[in-house]
């Protein structure tokens, strides 16, 4: 039994903490929120830092508590608690860490502005949800918490409420993302009724299918549902649509939430309820079909477009693809998770080194930057690392996930090796372009760039460290951390094929982008207008949006239009009709009332005997003709 | 066995009476105030209405929760007509027992605080009425009696009785004090409820002539040269004549010999038609597709205070009436007709939430919006379990809190900004950034966000009715992305965006950010921690299963 | 004999009803009116006695509820008789059908 375990409820409290004090107080916490907000996540850090030592202890048993009960009602016992096991201890640390660094990040990039408390109780209330997406220890406790991230990343990205595009970015973004939520509340329901006990907590789910109590059929379906919520959450094709829409929000916010933790939150959702993807082949591959093409889908987007954040948006669309792919082709959940958290580091450290870039050339299109790394030397390093990490390039943190996930699916699924490596490629090209763009040749546009404060510097450095050493805990041979992770030691061995051919086109992007946009060998107008067509398809994001825009939106407000006046023109309509005979007879019988009483009273009389005539000739009264006559 | 006979009587033997009467108070000291005097009117109202909030309190403090029986009921007899009928050849007196009855148990409970709190809470939001304050008043706490005593009544005339109470005050509060076309509302109000209150009166009576017929009890001794026949309008008994084995038994045994065996028994077919008069009485009230029209004006029309209680708790008193009358007589009917049940619900659902999404009208927004909540009321009767059963009684507690909150700040936007059209409004977040954060805490409760009341009731419904009919339940679970549609489209409109009206406004007053706040803090206290309701509301609605089940295993 | 006491005496009710109805029906003189309403009336007081003495569950309720009628008619032709008074001060006449204000605009 743990000694730290038991306390890991602190972990999420301390957020919780930072919410409501900085909610109550409000402005009179205007200067300070932001720094309070980080000592506590400080707090939760260093006990997930306990918990996460705690759980390297060989053997250690993993630490169930959820004795709340939360509702009852008849057979339902609706249990709130939480479990500490390896996978989870890893993404406590993940989050504290990130939220961490970047509320402290965020210190200086918000500084200017006045809502700022606001900002740094939402992002509180954030990290509490997220926590408890990753120690929820049934599924309706983590639909709950899954729930909250989404309407907290709604608020941060609509932060800037008077922006139209935050507007309509923060509502997609919302409406979206619930459309995949209906399918993992659908999935909870099904497995609710078909569980024994309706049991909905992870350890029972596994226990009920090794024993078989799930039909194969609820299990891919359930497996499948479930998997709906992470689409929708992780930003996967066909509902990734919001991701790079939600850029909109501010950049701490982006590197946090859109592109760390709860945009992973999907991918350790198939991670958490492995054992039923696990049981079913179908479900398995769905989940590698659908990541594969998101990878690749999202990285040639991210080719063409100019704007900084929408391409890291884009790049992170298909890592988190990547993610599902390895989960999807391996047998254990280890290389989607090692990949989520390399990932974790090197993604937070390039949106943070964009926010810093934005925040010293203020704006967002890369064809107006250059020539930065002058200016920002901290800036420009740890970008430059994030970069390569991000590319696969070896020893960065990134090869070596990124080798894992490869290797899983050279050995199982082939066809999605050779899309993964097309994919690894444009990663490469891409960020290449962009960091060459950004930070070499001239300045395009006059301006007056500066590095950032030591606040916004600080946090860039500890990521850009965790950047190149955090793969080294997983290397080819001696995977310690898979095995710590999944509870088995990897079976496939490995080989040098996906090692060599990942480090290949890595270079081979790098360089690429090199001879376009850090010394000019060749013009990319000269490719862009060849391949014009291309171009603007890539540009114009396969023109998806638009799709759902015909298919989807108009159709939908068409529809309502038409219920709506449907509602008012034929059953209000029905209504007024009756309403009009009601008066319209009422009229004509009111022309009876003449005001002469005595012909009420003969009418009235008149009505009494054909009323008595009729219970006569009924047959009643025959009572009374009894009694007179007893 | 019946199950509905068990009942707890308290020390405090009138309890429920003076809950119920307690509102007479204060309209007694209003009476005394000059009718100019408005602040004054005010404030006597405001501490007038806490008083019932404290009665319901001591209530539910001292409600047994552990026991789902009926309590604290007062049962006496109101008045008793005798007349002498003949079974076949033979005269045999006959006694009409109408009761005054009340009782609490844990389905009415939390409907009968939260009639207090949104009475209260509406009160609050009355400061912004501008004439005529002593008769709205009046009317106010006139209304809030018809309501508590619809929670609690324990009889059928009894429940008749405050059930119309409470059209009267409405239509004037409707016509006095509504906007533009109020009277046009308040008549179509008078005459749609009035169509329930005759098709609802129809019904009563047909039961208690049959169904209320009581066979047991020291006057019904069958050996007994005289027997009498007793009828009742006493709620549980006429539930355990329906539906408990015995007592049917019991009654085939006493009208034997009198060549009688159906007329008092109910034969299927006019369960069939009590049902479906009850469903529609019910349903127009509640208000059920195709009904629901009337309700959309009063939405729209009514002063912001009233359409609080209007939507907060009238509607409710369908739902209620519906599960403690419809349901609970007839519960064969209801397993049978389930399927259309849930449909009707989808509908409601569904259509509702269409409807709403094409409004540019925040008030004509919500009210639809209430309509696709009350299908959820529906899907959890359609149900047919205890967890069904329990998210529908969630989803009224739940939807009275939100709607309530929503109206609230509603009137305060009104107020400030004199429209409530979408189109008009924009970018509040600025000018008035307390009511556009309770606004879009509100709209969030709405969309049943979890951590907030509407995320309860809304999984209890689905869960519920997931058992037997998965695929409905599959597209119920596709309205509430539709719900998350027009809820953000109609905040979304007013609070975020460009400021649209930029003439300087004052945030809420403390006179109004009280009840926000509080109102706000109950739908947090439900969104969190559920069993703050679900404890008593489990313990009757196991009683009700386990004679459900009772039924079941009898037919 | 009982049979034939209750007849008899619903007959006499009946037939004073009958004549009181006709008179109420008919009769333009608002005076001759009342006292026709008084008659009906009094046959209602006659069954209620009779039904006291001979019904099948004889009681002294049907003679009390005569006592309360006898009362309320008294009070009624006061009442009655007042309102003819005020009538005939503002149209000089008790012409029944000069009564028709009840009558929809």
Same mark, same amino acid.
């Given at each position: ?180 939520? /209906?399918?993992?509340? @659908? &999935?909870?329901?099904? *497995? ?6 309706? $049991? %909905?907590? #992870? ?127 391996? /047998?254990?959940?280890? @290389? &989607?998770?090692?990949? *989520? ?6 993604? $937070? %450290?390039? #949106? ?279 | ?555 | ?105």
């Amino acid at each position: 039994m743990g000694t730290y375990s038991q306390y890991a409820w602190l972990v999420p409290l301390f957020p919780l903490l930072g919410f409501i004090i900085v909610l109550a107080a409000g402005r009179l916490v205007q200067r300070i929120g932001g720094p309070i907000n980080v000592l506590l996540s400080i707090a939760s850090f260093v006990v997930a830092a306990l918990i996460g030592w705690e759980r390297l202890t060989p053997g250690i048993e993993n630490y169930v508590w959820n004795d709340w009960t939360w509702l009852k009602i008849g057979d339902f016992n609706i249990t709130l608690g939480f479990e500490i096991n390896n996978l989870n201890a890893l993404m406590l640390l993940i989050v504290t860490l990130v939220s961490m660094l970047v509320q402290l990040y965020s210190i200086g990039y918000m500084a200017e502005d006045d809502r700022k408390h606001v900002f740094f109780s939402y992002i509180a209330l954030f990290t509490f949800s997220m926590l408890g997406v990753v120690m929820s220890e049934n599924l309706i406790e983590l639909y709950i918490f899954w729930e909250l991230v989404g309407v907290c990343s709604f608020l941060l990205v609509g932060f800037w409420y008077e922006k139209l595009e935050a507007k309509k970015a923060a509502q997609k973004a919302f409406l979206v993302t619930r459309v995949g939520d /209906t399918g993992l509340l @659908a &999935g909870i329901l099904l *497995l609710a009724w078909n569980m024994p006990g309706h $049991a %909905l907590d #992870f350890n029972s789910i596994f226990n009920a299918i090794n024993a078989g109590d799930l039909s194969s059929g609820v299990i891919t379906t359930a497996a499948i549902l479930i998997f709906i919520g992470a689409v929708g959450k992780s930003g996967q094709f066909p509902l990734h649509t919001w991701l790079p829409d939600a850029m909109e929000g501010p950049t701490p916010i982006s590197a946090l939430i859109h592109a760390a933790t709860m945009v992973a939150a999907g991918v350790y959702l198939v991670a958490r309820s492995f054992d039923l993807f696990v049981a079913s082949p179908t479900a398995m591959l769905t989940v590698a079909i659908i990541g594969g093409f998101t990878a690749i889908f999202a990285a040639t987007i991210g080719l063409a477009q100019y704007d900084i954040k929408r391409i890291l948006a884009y790049s992170t669309v298909s890592q988190l693809g990547y993610m599902m792919m390895g989960l999807g082709v391996s /047998t254990t959940f280890a @290389a &989607g998770m090692f990949h *989520l958290y390399t990932h974790a580091f090197f993604k $937070a %450290l390039l #949106f943070l080194g964009a926010g810093s870039v934005i925040h010293a050339v203020h704006t967002q299109d890369i064809r107006e930057m250059g020539g930065l790394s002058k200016h920002m030397k901290i800036t420009t390093w740890t970008f430059a690392i994030g970069t390569l990490a991000l590319s696969g390039v070896p020893p960065f943190a990134g090869f070596w996930s990124k080798d894992l996930i490869l290797l899983e699916a050279y050995h199982h699924q082939p066809v999605l090796f050779v899309v993964a490596l097309v994919a690894a490629f444009f990663t490469a090209l891409y960020m290449s372009r962009l960091f060459f763009l950004v930070f070499t040749g001239k300045a395009r546009k006059p301006a007056h760039p500066h590095e950032s404060p030591a606040v916004m510097t600080i946090p860039l450095i500890i990521l850009a460290i965790l950047s190149v050493v955090a793969g080294f805990v997983n290397l080819p041979g001696s995977e310690k951390f898979s095995e710590w992770l999944t509870g088995v030691a990897p079976e496939e061995a490995t080989s040098y094929v996906p090692m060599i051919a990942s480090t290949i086109v890595a270079l081979l992007g790098i360089s690429i982008g090199a001879v376009f946009y850090w010394r000019p060998k060749f013009s990319a107008e000269n490719v862009k207008k060849t391949f014009l067509p291309v171009f603007t398809v890539l540009n114009n994001k396969y023109y998806i949006d638009e799709l759902y825009q015909k298919t989807i939106q108009v159709p939908y407000d068409l529809l309502a239009a038409f219920i709506d006046t449907f509602d008012k023109y034929v059953v209000q309509g029905a209504v007024s009709l009756i309403q009009y005979i009601v008066n319209f007879v009422g009229n004509i019988t009111a022309k009876t009332q003449n005001g002469q009483l005595q012909n009420y009273a003969l009418v009235l009389v008149f009505g009494l005997i054909i009323l008595a005539a009729v219970v006569i000739w009924m047959g009643g009264g025959a009572e009374v003709w009894a009694i007179s006559g007893k | 066995m019946g199950d509905f006979g068990q009942m707890t009587f308290e020390s405090m033997p009138h309890l429920l009476t003076a809950l119920v009467l307690s509102p007479l108070l204060g309209i007694l000291i209003l009476a005394f105030i000059p009718s100019s005097m408005g602040q004054w009117l005010k404030r006597t109202a405001i501490i007038a209405s806490l008083l019932p909030i404290l009665i319901a309190g001591y209530v539910y403090a001292n409600f047994n929760h552990n026991a789902g029986v009926m309590q604290f009921v007062e049962k006496f007899e109101w008045t008793s007509i005798s007349w002498t009928n003949f079974y076949g050849s033979q005269p045999i007196p006959n006694e009409l027992h109408l009761q005054y009855a009340l009782g609490v148990d844990g389905i009415s409970l939390p409907l009968v605080f939260l009639t207090a709190l949104v009475a209260a809470m509406a009160m609050f939001a009355s400061v912004l009425i501008k004439k005529r304050w002593k008769l709205y008043f009046i009317l106010m706490l006139i209304l809030e009696i018809g309501m508590l005593g619809v929670f609690t009544a324990q009889s059928l005339t009894l429940f008749f009785v405050f059930f119309e109470l409470t059209l009267i005050p409405m239509f004037f509060l409707i016509g006095i004090w509504g906007l533009m076309h109020r009277e046009k509302a308040a008549n179509q109000f008078l005459i749609f409820n009035g169509l329930g209150s005759a098709i609802l009166f129809f019904g009563i009576i047909w039961i208690i002539t049959t169904a209320g017929f009581t066979v047991t009890g020291n006057t019904m001794d069958i050996s007994a040269d005289q027997p009498v026949a007793h009828f009742t309008d006493f709620i549980p008994t006429i539930a355990d004549n329906l539906n408990n084995t015995d007592t049917i038994a019991n009654a085939t045994e006493w009208l034997k010999p009198y060549g009688l065996d159906t007329t008092y028994l109910l034969s299927n077919s006019t369960k069939w038609t009590l049902f479906i008069l009850l469903l529609v009485a019910f349903g127009i009230k509640l208000p059920m597709f195709p009904f629901h029209t009337w309700m959309l004006r009063v939405h729209s029309e009514a002063p912001a205070s009233v359409v609080m209680i209007h939507s907060g708790i009238l509607l409710k008193m369908g739902a209620y009436g519906l599960l403690r009358i419809g349901l609970s007589f007839f519960p064969e009917q209801a397993q049978e007709s389930a399927t259309w049940l849930a449909i009707l619900g989808v509908v409601n659902l569904l259509y509702g939430a269409f409807c709403a999404f094409a409004q540019d009208e925040l008030r004509s927004l919500l009210a639809y919006s209430s309509i696709s909540h009350m299908g959820i009321i529906l899907l959890g009767f359609a149900a047919n379990n205890t967890i069904g059963y329990s998210g529908a009684v969630f989803q009224m507690i739940s939807h009275g809190l939100i709607s309530a909150l929503f109206f609230m700040l509603v009137g305060s936007l009104y107020e400030r900004t004199g429209t409530t059209s979408l189109s008009d409004l924009g970018g509040m977040s600025k000018s008035l950034p307390f009511i556009s954060a309770m606004m879009l805490v509100a709209g969030l409760a709405s969309l049943g966000l979890p951590g907030l009341s509407g995320f309860v009731s809304e999984l209890m419904a689905f869960i519920g009715l997931f058992e037997n009919h998965p695929t409905l339940t599959y597209i119920a679970v596709l309205g509430i992305i539709l719900t998350a549609a027009y809820v953000l489209r109609g905040v979304m409109n007013i609070t975020y965006g460009k400021l649209a009206i930029s003439t300087k406004m004052a945030d809420a007053q403390l006179v109004e950010a009280f009840p926000m706040v509080v109102l706000t803090a109950f739908i947090i206290l439900i969104g969190v921690y559920p069993s703050v309701l679900s404890g008593p509301l489990d313990q009757s609605l196991h009683e009700w299963a386990h004679w459900l089940n009772h039924t079941q295993a009898g037919g | 004999m009982t049979i034939n006491m209750l007849t008899a005496f619903l007959t006499v009710s009946a037939i004073l009803f009958s004549i009181g109805m006709f008179g109420a029906l008919t009769k333009r003189n608002m005076i001759v009116l009342l006292l026709s309403i008084e008659l009906m009336l009094n046959a209602v007081n006659l069954n209620l006695v009779a039904f006291s003495k001979y019904g099948m569950t004889p009681s002294l309720h049907g003679q009390m509820f005569t006592l309360f009628s006898i009362a309320i008619a008294a009070a009624e032709a006061a009442v009655g008789i007042a309102i003819l008074l005020a009538f005939y001060r503002q149209r000089v006449t008790v012409n029944a059908d000069e009564m028709n204000e009840l009558r929809e605009p």
